[in-house]
C-alpha cells in the first residue's frame, strides 16, 4: 500500500502543477509592462514543478555569514533539474540556452519570468548575453548561471567560462558558488538525445529522489586580479567539493 500511497501524492502534485502551469501560460500572454509580480510566482510555480516530481531538495549551509543581498549564482550542472530547482530556493534570474524559449510550455514561462538566454554557439549573441546579465546586475537583479557552458555531465567539465567571472568584475556583486549532487546520479543526469519528458519520467521514477544543494561563502572581486585568476580560484574550489562530496 505504500506504493500506492506514494503515486497518489504524485498524482495530487501533478494536478496542482497542471492547475498552475495553465495559469502560468495564461498571465505569460500579457504586456511585459505588466507583469512585475510574475517572477516571484515563477518561484512558487518551480516549488510546485519540484513537489511534483518528487524531489526532496536538501539545503546545506556551509556559509558563516547570512547570503548578501544581491549575487551572481553559480553551479555545476548536471541535470536540466537545476532549471527549477535554483530559481525555487533563490531568487534569481537564470540564464538559459536559447532552445529552452521553445521547450513545451516551459519557454514562455522562463521568458515572462526574466530569464535571460543565449545562443552558445554564436560569438556575438555569447557577447550580448554578457552585456544583458551585467545590465541586469546593474538593475539590481540577481541572476544564476552555470560556468561550465551546459550539462556537462555528472562530473565537472574540464573548465569554467568566463562569463560569471567578467560579470562579477564589473558590477563589483559577489559570486555565490554552491555545488549541487543527486544521491541519483545516473537517473538526473542530462545525456545526449534525452528529451525534456523522458528526463522528467527518469526523475519521477528515480529510485532515490533526493538533490543536495550546498552552499558556501561568496566570492568577491576585490579578492582577485583578473578573470583568470578569478576562475581558476573558484573551479579549485569545485574540485574540492567534487571530491569531497562525490568521490
Same mark, same amino acid.
Given at each position: 500500500?505504500?506504493?500506492?500511497? @506514494?503515486?497518489?501524492?504524485?498524482? *495530487?502534485?501533478?494536478?496542482?502543477?497542471?492547475?498552475?502551469?495553465?495559469?502560468?501560460?495564461?498571465?505569460?500572454?500579457?504586456?511585459?509592462?505588466?507583469?512585475?509580480?510574475?517572477?516571484?510566482?515563477?518561484?512558487?510555480?518551480?516549488?510546485?514543478?519540484?513537489?511534483? &516530481?518528487?524531489?526532496?531538495?536538501?539545503?546545506?549551509? $556551509?556559509?558563516?555569514?547570512?547570503?548578501?543581498?544581491?549575487?551572481?549564482? *553559480?553551479?555545476? $550542472?548536471?541535470?536540466?533539474?537545476?532549471?527549477?530547482?535554483?530559481?525555487?530556493?533563490?531568487?534569481?534570474?537564470?540564464? !538559459? @540556452?536559447?532552445? +529552452?524559449?521553445?521547450?513545451?510550455? +516551459?519557454?514562455?514561462?522562463?521568458? /515572462?519570468?526574466?530569464? &535571460?538566454?543565449?545562443?552558445?554557439?554564436?560569438?556575438?549573441?555569447?557577447?550580448?548575453?554578457?552585456?544583458?546579465?551585467?545590465?541586469?546586475?546593474? /538593475?539590481?537583479?540577481?541572476? !544564476?548561471?552555470?560556468?561550465?557552458?551546459?550539462?556537462?555531465?555528472?562530473? &565537472?567539465?574540464?573548465?569554467?567560462?568566463?562569463?560569471?567571472?567578467?560579470?562579477?568584475?564589473?558590477?563589483?556583486?559577489?559570486?555565490?558558488?554552491?555545488? &549541487? $549532487?543527486?544521491?541519483?546520479?545516473?537517473?538526473?543526469?542530462?545525456?545526449?538525445?534525452?528529451?525534456?519528458?523522458?528526463? *522528467?519520467?527518469?526523475?519521477?521514477?528515480?529510485?532515490?529522489? +533526493? !538533490?543536495?544543494?550546498? *552552499?558556501?561563502?561568496? %566570492?568577491? !572581486?576585490?579578492?582577485?586580479?583578473? @578573470?583568470?585568476?578569478?576562475?581558476?580560484?573558484?573551479?579549485? %574550489?569545485?574540485?574540492?567539493?567534487?571530491?569531497?562530496? %562525490?568521490?
Amino acid at each position: 500500500m505504500l506504493w500506492l500511497a @506514494k503515486w497518489l501524492r504524485l498524482l *495530487i502534485a501533478g494536478l496542482d502543477l497542471l492547475c498552475f502551469t495553465l495559469l502560468m501560460m495564461a498571465l505569460a500572454r500579457l504586456p511585459i509592462a505588466w507583469l512585475g509580480f510574475y517572477p516571484k510566482l515563477f518561484q512558487s510555480w518551480c516549488r510546485c514543478f519540484v513537489r511534483a &516530481l518528487g524531489v526532496e531538495l536538501r539545503l546545506h549551509q $556551509h556559509h558563516q555569514a547570512p547570503l548578501p543581498r544581491q549575487y551572481i549564482l *553559480i553551479a555545476n $550542472h548536471p541535470s536540466v533539474f537545476e532549471d527549477v530547482g535554483i530559481p525555487a530556493f533563490f531568487p534569481v534570474r537564470n540564464l !538559459a @540556452k536559447a532552445e +529552452v524559449r521553445d521547450w513545451w510550455f +516551459v519557454g514562455r514561462i522562463a521568458e /515572462a519570468a526574466g530569464t &535571460l538566454f543565449v545562443r552558445r554557439e554564436q560569438k556575438d549573441a555569447r557577447q550580448a548575453a554578457l552585456q544583458n546579465m551585467i545590465s541586469a546586475v546593474q /538593475a539590481g537583479y540577481s541572476i !544564476a548561471l552555470y560556468p561550465e557552458g551546459g550539462c556537462k555531465g555528472r562530473r &565537472l567539465w574540464d573548465k569554467f567560462l568566463y562569463g560569471a567571472f567578467t560579470v562579477s568584475l564589473e558590477t563589483g556583486v559577489p559570486i555565490l558558488p554552491v555545488f &549541487l $549532487h543527486y544521491e541519483a546520479q545516473e537517473a538526473f543526469e542530462w545525456g545526449p538525445n534525452t528529451t525534456l519528458l523522458q528526463k *522528467i519520467w527518469q526523475i519521477i521514477c528515480a529510485p532515490n529522489k +533526493v !538533490a543536495h544543494y550546498h *552552499i558556501f561563502d561568496p %566570492l568577491h !572581486a576585490s579578492q582577485f586580479k583578473d @578573470k583568470d585568476e578569478y576562475s581558476r580560484h573558484t573551479y579549485a %574550489l569545485y574540485l574540492a567539493w567534487q571530491q569531497r562530496f %562525490l568521490e
